[in-house]
């Protein structure tokens, strides 16, 4: 489909404005993204309980938890490539059936390997929509200011859904069982198949290629086995197995470009990368993303085992981040209309960076205050590169290959949170080992998990009695306060990168010009 017109004064080429049924299609696009999103997060809270109900084994939990974000990245260039080809609604419609056919099989799952099935049905299911939303608004916005307006409600739509996952979970479970989790998504699938064909477009490569079955595996292997690896690495284990695991993925990548280099229709198009607004975006923005996870990760231990807060108290403590999310993201349209994209980027994320910066002086009676405000400084100020990235990353590209770069871009985002969760993971559990005293008579059982992490001290001091266990938790707390704080330290750093490189490399004179 033709997405311009020609001006009979001016003989130039003007982008068609989007109309009423497009920006009512963007509303039908955002209810997928913001349930994708709150899914990676509201089982942390359901887990609990259904161990109780299944009785998984330790490994099988990991499973339950892990699979669907493994499938999800794992599959997000393959089915980007496969939107191209098939077209994007028709991916988009099979995903969402598919979604919602697997979030039932989850909910009433009755032995942990359906479970473990069903959560990998969501996370494949999962992959096809993703890309599908974000390339389907790339055609159906090709006004660029119109575009950028969309690209910032629907980053709103998932950013919201990551930090309300929680609070959803809470709530849901102090009603109904822990299955309720995942049926809640089922009715806005129903939505999105039953309404989908009438508001959104259909759009395809008008001369589709066939897709490179090697080069989707290579490129699954190769993403499966770095986010696995990164994951271990930041759960504290750097044996033999994890860093096989890096090692292998980063192998089995570098084959996926040099195959990529010798096809003549190439299911990643390296040429991409010559272009600096792609090339630029992915990497700052993966930069950006590195931070959110990582901290979020170390902000919940520290709000549940140190302050000790209930999971529903300490999801409702993020609720001014999603307010920070909403605010940014919603002014973000109306500042780009008026300011370049170096200017917007770099301010919000020196902005961001101070949030975080915040963090390092979290203890004490201000620790809670610091913490949120920081969080919710990091989200307002993330949130020009948020939307300045994405759309760069997705407008650069001809439309018929937006599928494909924005499950790259995705992808770079899956990449970032693991690469996050792994660097700030692991900076803090070594500071914490570092700094941590176990009192010299306690019991090797008790002893070797309580230097290993906070969860381990705080399950071992519930097995002490009231003065024996304050003398464990006490410093135990303080070592992971210090281990948060160093984290927040080196985050910041990165952020001040980010805002340094996003000052140099968007150097256009206005956006959406």
Not at 56 to 81: E, H, K, R
Not at 285 to 290: A, C, Q, S
Not at 412 to 436: D, I, K, T
Request: charged residues 10%.
């Amino acid at each position: 489909m033709d997405s311009t017109t020609t001006s009979p004064d001016q003989g130039e080429h003007v982008p068609v404005r989007a109309g009423r049924r497009e920006w009512l299609g963007l509303a039908v696009l955002a209810l997928p993204t913001l349930l994708i999103s709150i899914d990676m997060t509201v089982l942390h809270l359901a887990t609990p309980h259904l161990s109780a109900d299944l009785r998984p084994t330790s490994t099988q939990l990991l499973w339950i938890t892990d699979i669907y974000g493994f499938l999800i990245a794992g599959f997000l260039i393959t089915m980007g490539n496969v939107g191209d080809r098939i077209g994007r609604r028709r991916l988009l419609l099979i995903g969402a059936a598919a979604f919602g056919v697997a979030s039932v099989l989850a909910a009433f799952s009755t032995s942990a390997e359906m479970l473990i099935a069903a959560r990998a049905g969501l996370g494949l299911a999962g992959a096809t929509l993703m890309p599908s939303t974000l390339s389907l608004i790339r055609n159906m916005f090709p006004d660029p200011r119109q575009r950028t307006t969309a690209i910032g409600l629907w980053m709103m739509s998932f950013s919201i859904g990551a930090t309300a996952g929680p609070l959803v979970g809470g709530v849901l479970l102090d009603f109904f069982w822990w299955g309720s989790v995942f049926l809640a998504a089922v009715p806005v699938m129903v939505l999105l198949v039953v309404v989908g064909p009438v508001l959104l477009p259909e759009y395809r490569s008008p001369a589709p290629d066939r897709l490179d079955l090697v080069s989707a595996v290579l490129s699954l292997a190769a993403v499966l086995t770095l986010i696995y690896g990164l994951k271990e690495l930041a759960a504290g284990d750097a044996g033999t197995v994890t860093l096989g695991a890096i090692a292998v993925g980063a192998g089995l990548g570098v084959v996926f470009v040099r195959r990529q280099r010798r096809l003549t229709t190439p299911m990643l198009d390296l040429a991409l990368f010559r272009q600096r607004a792609f090339s630029a975006s992915l990497g700052t923005l993966t930069l950006v993303i590195l931070v959110g996870p990582g901290l979020g990760f170390l902000l919940g231990q520290y709000l549940q085992l140190v302050l000790g807060m209930s999971p529903l108290e300490a999801g409702l403590w993020s609720l001014p981040a999603s307010a920070g999310i909403v605010v940014g993201l919603t002014l973000v349209p109306l500042v780009l209309r008026r300011v370049r994209h170096g200017l917007v980027t770099g301010v919000g994320l020196a902005a961001a960076a101070a949030g975080v910066f915040l963090m390092v002086f979290a203890e004490g009676p201000a620790a809670l205050g610091l913490l949120v405000a920081g969080q919710t400084l990091f989200f307002v100020g993330a949130s020009p590169m948020l939307v300045v990235g994405t759309d760069l990353i997705v407008g650069s590209v001809p439309v018929e290959r937006s599928g494909a770069a924005s499950a790259l871009s995705e992808t770079a985002q899956e990449f970032g949170a693991a690469l996050g969760l792994a660097v700030l993971g692991s900076v803090a559990s070594a500071v914490y080992r570092a700094q941590v005293t176990v009192p010299a008579d306690l019991p090797a059982h008790l002893a070797v998990p309580a230097r290993d992490t906070l969860g381990g001290a705080t399950a071992a001091a519930a097995q002490l009695p009231g003065p024996a266990a304050q003398a464990l938790l006490g410093p135990a707390q303080q070592a992971f306060t210090s281990g948060l704080q160093t984290a927040a330290g080196v985050a910041a750093a990165v952020l001040v990168g980010a805002a340094a490189l996003a000052a140099v490399l968007f150097r256009r004179p206005t956006v959406n010009q």
